[in-house]
């Protein structure tokens, strides 16, 4: 993992000042297609921003691998449920491309919460961007077809087409990567 440091803000929602002010602690990680930001049993200690690359957060089941969602430039990464309540984690979070990333730690994020309301903005509209993407997740599994669920992928996020192995994909998609290909040879 190296480690240095960027000046480009990887996220519309934030602000440039707060941007400044979280870089002045954070600390830029290079990590390889392949490596993990986050395992399965450890502990959660930083979180921070994507600014090149891809991630898949998957967790395994007793039968196999299921992932829960991909992360790009931009998004926040790390697992807030330990990561805020220091347990351990649940879920997995690997680059799919080699990925740079700028991080912080936890008394960081307690500090910037304290002292800057526009980063308490700019959570609480990741939170509430999260839980719309959740949500209508959870509504297309229950009640859309693999062909529709991948068509809705494909219209609202061609970058993940574009980006993820077809395993990956199908797995997100909750069906197997046979039942991909056959969706997509239909497709075309």
């Known amino acids: ?56 957060i998957f967790l395994n089941t007793e039968y196999k691998e299921v992932t829960k969602e991909f992360l790009f430039e931009g998004d926040l990464i790390g697992y807030s ?22 991080i912080i730690n936890y008394d960081d994020f307690i500090m910037l919460n304290k002292n800057y309301k526009s980063w308490r ?10 839980f719309i993407l959740k949500s209508k997740r959870e509504i297309s599994f229950l009640k859309d077809t693999p062909h529709k669920r991948y068509e809705n992928l494909i219209n609202e996020r061609p970058h993940v087409i574009k980006r993820i192995p077809l395993s990956y994909i199908a797995s997100y998609l909750g069906i197997r990567q046979e039942t991909l290909s056959r969706i997509r040879k239909k497709m075309s």
């Open 1 to 56: 993992m190296e480690v240095t440091k960027s000046t480009k803000n990887p996220t519309k929602e934030l602000d440039d000042n707060i941007w400044l002010e979280f870089q002045k602690i954070a600390k830029k990680i290079i990590l390889e297609k392949g490596e993990y930001f986050i395992k399965e049993g450890k502990r959660s200690n930083q979180i921070g921003f994507i600014l090149e690359g891809s991630a898949r």
């Open 81 to 102: 449920p330990s990561f805020l309540t220091n347990t351990t984690s649940s879920i997995n979070i690997q680059a799919t491309e080699k990925m740079e990333m700028e």
């Open 121 to 130: 903005e700019f959570r609480r509209i990741n939170a509430e961007n999260l």
